[in-house]
């Protein structure tokens, strides 16, 4: 089983939608979950970053951490065109700056 | 907030050729860098740790002979895929962590894409 699990089936949306995206993971030591946006051909960039359980929201943007599950979702509200990007979760174990990814999600919102 | 550069963005080269990534962090001093490698609709694969002044650190699978890192200071650490076949072409990052209490966050470089021939 892999460390963090992310079906990187390629989503559209229309403009508007709410985008759902997850991931779920074995470790349960891990206690940092982030997400990272990545355009094409470009480095990731840090969109979220939570420790534990519980929810962070930052705009439109939301992350949730329920550990007692080992799963992480993000939502995106009101999603814009300039949100079509891949959305990849990352995670780590304190102490240790070794990140764990998932596959990443492309996300295409349709104007 | 901090910048990563990688340098050069792209690079094709023969099959056989050694090549050579930079990764700098602009505006802060990074004690650790990691590089990555990434393949189409692929996660990222974490190859090795870089510190300052030290060996670097593999993943497992990792050839340390064939990708040789030097992380010769604060702000630069170097990648050297060293005679490269065309199954090493592939989109490689970089990222720093700032030193001190407050270096939780990696900064990722925009990416090197490397085409072997």
């Known amino acids: 089983q892999k460390e963090v699990e992310q079906d990187p089936g390629p989503l559209s949306v229309p403009e508007g939608a709410i985008v759902s995206l997850n991931c779920t993971y074995s470790?349960?030591?891990?206690?940092?979950f982030m997400w990272y946006r990545q355009y094409s051909r470009k480095g990731p960039e840090l969109l979220m970053y939570t420790y534990s359980s519980g929810n962070k929201e930052d705009g439109r943007f939301t992350a949730q951490v329920d550990k007692s599950s080992k799963y992480i979702s993000l939502f995106i509200r009101d999603s814009q065109p300039s949100d079509s990007a891949t959305y990849l979760c990352a995670m780590k174990v304190g102490g240790n700056n070794r990140l764990a990814f998932g596959k990443g999600n492309q996300v295409v919102v349709i104007p | 907030g901090a910048v990563v550069s990688q340098h050069p963005s792209r690079v094709i080269c023969k099959s056989g050729t050694s090549v050579k990534i930079e990764c700098r962090s602009l505006d802060f001093q990074a004690t650790t860098m990691f590089w990555y490698r990434q393949f189409p609709k692929q996660s990222l694969m974490l190859m090795a740790t870089?510190?300052?002044?030290?060996?670097?650190?593999?993943e497992q699978g990792v050839e340390k002979d064939k990708f040789l890192i030097n992380h010769a200071s604060l702000t630069l650490s170097t990648l050297t895929v060293t005679s490269a076949h065309p199954e090493d072409s592939s989109f490689y990052i970089c990222s720093a962590l700032p030193g001190g209490p407050s270096g939780n966050e990696q900064f990722f470089g925009p990416g090197t894409r490397l085409t072997v021939l």
């Open positions: 470790n349960s030591a891990f206690q940092y």
């Open positions: 870089s510190n300052e002044g030290s060996k670097a650190t593999y």
